[in-house]
């Protein structure tokens, strides 16, 4: 009986000096905590070591030397402590897991561990699925790594959590990266509204109103957009694109010229603007600067589009000073020359029509029989090889204009049997790249004699 009474008296012994450990402990945590707020950290140093010395497992003493570490920049310590106090089985006794993982995802934020970041962020999501810093940090992190789908989610559940939040740009930016246009444009215009200054706002409404080909609307979005360096050679592209398919050549060319400087060569976007800008030269007659652009393109994408063949055919026609005459002018330019040409086969024009910026249809009649019915004569200006698909187009074509026979002259290329099928049907006449600059130089001859 007296050993069981002395076993008692020792354990309830044990048990009271726990319990003042405890509390002493306790109290040194409270002054840790104070001497933390008031930033004596001196002090915070010198209770944590005894604290630690005799547990140094103390889940409030580990945190508060984590906020501590944080405090004084020394990140990665901080973080190892934190970590340490998560592989602690029981410290969501002491510590509320949201703050230490939320405090861990900005330390990962801090030292770039970016992925670390967002594993973080998603598990505080998955505790807390309202938690405002969560949210925002993982639907600007899914946004920037192009996982529009997912960030989308986020933003529209952070302009739930947060009214006055500003996330319209990014959810209509989303929107639009999912072929969303409408509801793009929906939050795009109310971004406008909040801001009337936004250009990455102006910037996307702009190239939907470019995909629209609503252009009235596309245009001062993207002029005032391109004020913006971030989005200058993109909205100097689509203004570009705009007046090249509005037939104002020129202007594209300006506008395409002045963002040349600023070209990443060996990007899409190069590949694409530089092609662009060369076919306007095209157009214009600017030969030799087309050819520049094509061969900076084929120089960094060999394959790119229908370079190659375009560089091959000009090659051939700078070769020849009468088809460079035809490129070096644009289609309206070549008129005199052609109706020369046309005037040399025994034809006097009666109406002539520009189809496009590569094509003139005339009407004609034979000068040896001027009443029979006209004959139709086009002009067609390219450097494509032509296929027989051309030529049932111009059989039509006489047809419905009700015309006797046709002509066809181009500076592209029929193919030898192509040549022989239409000679054999004798209702037209095909003049090429082959025969065509013989009849240039004997207009040229005819003009000097007269």
Known sequence: MMNFLILVFVASAVVGLIKLGYSRLSVKIKKAEQAFENGDFQAVGVILK????????????????????????????????????????????????????????????E???????IQEYKVIVAIDPNSVVAN????????????????????????????????????????????????????LLRSINEDAENDEARYY????????????DAIPLLELAKR?????????????????????????????????????????E????????ACAYEIVGRIKEAIHH??????????????????????????????????STNIEDNQPIIKEVIALLQYNVTSSEKIS??????????????????????????TRDLSESYINDFQRKISLQKCKSGIFITTGTFSPRIKLNVDAKKEMSLIDAEDLPRLIEKAHQKIERS
């Open 136 to 187: 925002e940090r993982l639907g600007e992190a899914m946004f920037i790594k192009k996982n529009y789908k997912v960030a989308l989610d986020y933003l529209i559940k952070i302009s739930k959590l947060v009214q006055e939040h500003d996330c319209w740009t990014r959810i209509g930016i989303c929107h639009y990266m999912l072929h969303n246009y409408e509801s793009a444009e929906d939050y």
């Open 50 to 109: 005894e604290i630690l010395e005799a547990d140094n497992n103390n889940i409030p003493a580990k945190y508060i030397k984590a906020k501590m570490l944080m405090n004084q920049n020394q990140y990665l310590q901080a973080i190892f402590e934190i970590n340490s106090i998560l592989a602690i089985p029981d410290y969501r006794d002491h510590v509320s897991e949201l703050d230490l993982r939320t405090n861990l995802a900005l330390l990962y934020h």
């Open 294 to 327: 094509w061969e900076k393109v084929a120089f960094d994408s060999a394959g790119y589009k229908d370079v190659r063949d375009k560089l091959d055919s000009y090659r051939i026609i700078m070769s020849n000073p009468h088809l460079t005459e035809l490129f």
């Open 357 to 382: 910026n590569s094509e003139y249809q005339y009407k004609a009649l034979n000068i040896k029989r001027p009443n029979e019915l006209p004959t139709l004569v086009v002009y067609l200006k390219t």
């Open 228 to 268: 913006n360096r971030k989005y200058f050679l993109n909205s100097s592209y689509l203004l570009g694109s705009i007046y090249y398919e509005k037939d104002d050549y020129e202007l594209a060319i300006s506008i395409l010229e002045a963002g040349l400087k600023d070209l990443k060569d060996k990007t899409e």
């Open 205 to 216: 409404l702009g190239s939907i109103n470019y995909m629209r080909k609503t252009y009235t």
């Open 270 to 277: 190069a590949l694409e603007y530089r092609y662009l800008l």
């Open 111 to 117: 030292t770039k561990n970016y992925e670390k970041e």
